[in-house]
C-alpha cells in the first residue's frame, strides 16, 4: 500500500456477474468501483447506460466513479444522478462546453471529474481547476481494456504542481499494473484505475486472486 486507492474497472469483470464481480473485488480490498461508459461515438466500442449503472448501485458499498466515454454528455447528467454516481467524469474532448458540464455535475449532487485523453496537455484545465473534483489522465486511448500504458507521467506531475493545495484527486487510468504504478503514484497520482490488471486469472469462485492482483499494484 503506498497510500493510494485503487478502483478496478468493472469493464474486465464477467459482464453475466457484475453484481457478484463488484461484491468481489470490494471484498478483496478495492478502495473505489470504476464503471466504464462507452457510446460507440466517442470511443469506438459500447459498454452499457444508465439502467445498468442504477442496477449496479446497491452492490457498490464504496464509491461509485463512472468515467463517461460518451459525447454529448448534458443530456444524460441526470440519469447518471439517478442512477446513484458518486463520482460523475466527463472528458474534456466530449464537446465544447466542458465549463458547463462540470457545474452541471456539480448542481445535480456528485462530484465532478474531468478526463484527459492522451494528446490533451495539462494546461487545458487551467480555467476548470475550481470546478472539478477530480482529473483523470488517461494513459491509454479510450475505449479498450487491457492496451498498453502511454507514459504521462510529465503531465500528472504538471497537474499536481498546477492543483495546489485544491482538494483534487489526480485519477489515473489505462495500463495500470505492478509495473506502472509506481511511476503513476510517484508522479502524483492518488486513485489508480486498473481492469486487466485486477480481474486476470480470477472469478467469483476464486477471489482470492483479485486480492492478490489489488495487493500488488
Ligand atoms: C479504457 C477505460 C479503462 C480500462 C482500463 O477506455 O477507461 O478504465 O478499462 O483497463 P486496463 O486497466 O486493462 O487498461
Ligand atoms: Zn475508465
Known sequence: DRGVKIAPSILSADFANFGQEIRAIEAQGADWVHVDVMDGHFVPNLTFGPPAVKAFRPHVKTVMDVHLMIAPVDPYIDAYADAGADVLTAHLEAGPHIH???????????????????????EAVAHLLDLTDLICVMTVNPGFGGQKFIDMTAKIR?????????????????????????????AGADVLVAGSAVFRGGSVDSPEVYGANIAAI
Open 158 to 186: 504538471a497537474l499536481r504542481a498546477m492543483i495546489g493545495d485544491r482538494p483534487i484527486h489526480i485519477q489515473v487510468d489505462g495500463g495500470v499494473d505492478p509495473t506502472t504504478a509506481p511511476l503513476v503514484a510517484a
Open 100 to 122: 458547463r458540464t462540470l457545474q452541471a455535475i456539480r448542481g445535480a449532487g456528485m462530484k465532478a471529474g474531468l478526463a484527459l485523453n492522451p494528446a490533451t496537455p495539462a
